[in-house]
């Protein structure tokens, strides 16, 4: 769905405008000014799911004078990727007629991100070439200016090496938060919460306090909110305090990093890891406030920008973000990254505490390459007497793939969720067979890619109607054989093994049982 904004426009430049692109366009947005530009991109973003406009399935673009609105274009381009880097939307200056070249090209990018296939390969292969904003290659600090095997394109569109570039460039800069973003009241974004909070004033810490708590159920706005209600209450209690109104603001911009149209890795995983950790902490951690809070933290922003693939789709394709990272946990680096800049731009107290400790973030966010899984198992019965930093990545790593221990008829949604994604991994390597991952945007059309529609609102029935493994796995028979799988080979030891070093612990080696128990008797005997 693209969008496009007319921001303080005459009628007659208005009718112009419009005349000559409205059907490029699902949608055509005026506004007076760009604070209401803001409050429109907040409040769109944390409408329910299914989102139409949540800024990923197509490109919108803002049209404005710079001269009337006392802003240039290339300002509101870079505060868009600092506040929304997932979003696909830039601005423009329509009073030279030259400036509205992207409109050409917007056809093609909506096609290229409306279909989900095209749209993960762009973000993990592609570059958007745009160095005439004072952000060249060298500002970035990439280590391989020679080979550059990432396409570099004009398409308006998210790519991974632009927000990670963005993300380095803006720390060189280390400019305040601007008056466009700091005036919002971003309390007013959450009258959802505030409606359920009013009837149950306890409603949101109820549903965190249990191991039933079901990320799954909730809408962006509240899982903002228990983001927000869980890390104020540990900030208090490690005495590392943030103002209300900043600690929104964080969250909301990191919501706007992680990418709501990815089934499993998006901001409902992170706030599930969240509330995972800290139940853990609770047992593990009872007496250590700052390193919970920190823990918390490092979950929440642990999967930041994921593209719902893995390391080794970059790796195969030789893309530049593995390259800058030679090849070595190449997603869990780029999280850090780009929770570090975050960090450093929205709480760098808390940044500085982490960095004081083992860079705990840092540590946290690496430990969670399941890469490193055996290397972490073999360390719960072999350290002696176990270190704080091994416990910390242990508590991470457990509550990264909790989803296989919590209740049956949650466990089942998370599955259903990651056997998408994959599907979407598999269904992008045989697009790779015919293309290849780097082609021109512009130059070469995809073929064979109409398998790839949308599938939020399917996604959408599932999650709120269909809540019992029984019918998950009428419409999906492969699940339970995925489940066995990955229990088997990575979360049964592992549990075990937690559970027999920590006793408190039992519960989640005991959920794994039951539910694998579950899964075993509804094995699909035709899958190979
Ligand atoms: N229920 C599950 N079924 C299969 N794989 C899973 C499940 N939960 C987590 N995983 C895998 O475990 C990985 C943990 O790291 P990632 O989040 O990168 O990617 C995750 C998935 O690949």
């Known amino acids: 769905m693209s969008t496009l904004f007319l921001i303080g426009m005459h009628e007659i430049e208005k009718s112009e405008t419009i005349a000559r692109k409205e059907d490029l366009f699902d949608r055509i947005v005026e506004l007076q000014d760009l604070d209401s530009l803001m409050i429109n991109l907040y409040k769109d973003r944390v409408s329910p799911f299914p989102n139409a406009h949540n800024f990923e399935t197509g490109v919108s673009l803002v049209l404005y004078d710079p001269s009337k609105l006392q802003l240039p274009v290339r300002q509101l381009d870079v505060l868009f990727k600092r506040f929304f880097p997932s979003f696909n939307i830039s601005a423009i200056d329509p009073t030279h007629e030259e400036n509205l070249q992207p409109l050409k090209s917007i056809g093609r990018e909506n096609s290229i991100c409306g279909n989900r296939i095209t749209r993960i390969n762009h973000w993990m292969y592609h570059h958007h070439d745009d160095t005439s904003d004072g952000f060249t290659k060298a500002n970035f600090g990439t280590n391989n200016e020679n080979t550059l095997p990432t396409q570099a394109c004009q398409a308006n569109i998210y790519t991974l090496l632009l927000h990670l570039n963005y993300s380095k460039a803006q720390h060189l800069q280390k400019a305040s938060v601007p008056r466009l973003i700091r005036n919002i009241e971003f309390m007013s ?64 911009t990191l919501e706007s ?18 509330q995972a950790t800290w139940q853990l902490c609770t047992y593990l951690l009872p007496d250590n406030p700052v ?200 979360a049964e030891v592992f549990f075990k093994a937690l559970s027999q070093k920590f006793p408190n612990l039992k519960f989640l080696s005991e959920n794994v049982e039951a539910n694998k128990e579950y899964w075993m008797k509804h094995t699909n005997k035709k899958q190979k």
């Open 189 to 252: 974004f959450l009258s959802e919460p505030i409606e359920k909070l009013s009837q149950d004033k306890s409603y949101y810490w109820n549903i965190l306090s249990t191991w039933k708590f079901c990320a799954l159920s909730l809408s962006t706005q509240e899982l903002i909110w228990c983001g927000f209600t869980l890390i104020k209450k540990l900030s208090k209690d490690a005495n590392v305090l943030i103002a209300d109104n900043k600690l929104l603001l964080l969250l909301f």
């Open 257 to 274: 990093s992680y990418h709501q149209v990815n089934k499993f890795h998006n901001f409902r995983h992170a706030i599930d890891v969240m």
């Open 291 to 490: 390193h919970t809070l920190l823990l918390c933290m490092a979950a929440i922003g642990h999967d930041v920008g994921h593209p719902g693939t893995n390391n080794q789709l970059l790796c195969n394709c030789e893309s530049e973000v593995a390259e800058s990272f030679k090849n070595v946990s190449i997603l869990e680096n780029f999280h850090r990254e780009l929770f570090q800049q975050l960090l450093s731009d929205h709480w760098p107290q808390l940044l500085a505490i982490s960095k004081k400790q083992f860079d705990f973030i840092s540590e946290a966010i690496l430990a969670t390459d399941m890469a490193l899984h055996s290397k972490y198992e073999d360390r719960i019965t072999r350290e002696k007497p176990m270190k704080q930093i091994t416990l910390i990545s242990l508590i991470i790593k457990a509550a990264d793939i909790s989803n296989v221990t919590r209740p049956l008829s949650i466990s089942a949604r998370w599955a259903y969720l990651i056997t998408l994604e994959f599907g979407d991994c598999a269904l992008l390597e045989s697009f790779h067979k015919d293309h290849r991952p780097e082609q021109d945007c512009f130059g070469d059309s995809y073929k064979n890619i109409d398998t790839a529609e949308e599938d939020l609102d399917s996604i959408q029935n599932m999650l709120t109607s269909v809540t019992n493994a029984d019918d998950i796995i009428k419409e999906h028979p492969y699940i339970p054989n995925g489940q066995i799988f990955f229990i088997n080979t990575f």
